[in-house]
């Protein structure tokens, strides 16, 4: 059973930056699709960013395009996500997910494995 540890969470100012690091266990991390997702007080949880098993292949939630950026090591077992141009509504808890399959998805139905989340708040 794979394992996700998310960090990097914290407090930013409205345009600032952060960059969420997930840590898998687990041999099969390079040949695992991998996802952020995020959850806001009081709303569902939602599609941030997807990357596939070779990081060729990324999507991104509207809200994401042009500010944040997936990206995987796989010698590293880790996958980023690098925000940038914050906004208060990006405040949430982050979810990093991954999938068995190499394929990457925007369904979080469609993940196997989820982290506990690390929470993100930007300041106005």
């Known amino acids: 059973q794979a394992q996700l540890v998310e960090s990097g969470g914290g407090l930013a100012q409205a345009g600032g930056s952060l960059r969420l690091s997930c840590a898998a266990s687990?041999?099969?991390?390079?040949?695992?699709?991998m996802g952020w997702f995020r959850q806001a007080p009081g709303k569902e949880r939602e599609f941030v960013a997807a990357i596939n098993w070779s990081g060729g292949i990324r999507y991104y939630a509207d809200s994401a395009k042009g500010r944040f950026t997936i990206s995987r090591d796989n010698a590293k077992n880790t996958v980023y996500l690098q925000m940038n141009s914050l906004k208060p509504e990006d405040t949430a808890v982050y979810f990093c997910?991954?999938?068995?399959?190499?394929?990457?998805?925007?369904?979080?139905?469609?993940?196997?494995?989820w982290g506990q989340g690390t929470q993100v708040t930007v300041s106005s």
């Open positions: 687990g041999r099969t991390f390079s040949s695992s699709a």
């Open positions: 997910a991954g999938r068995r399959d190499s394929g990457s998805s925007a369904h979080s139905h469609e993940y196997d494995y």
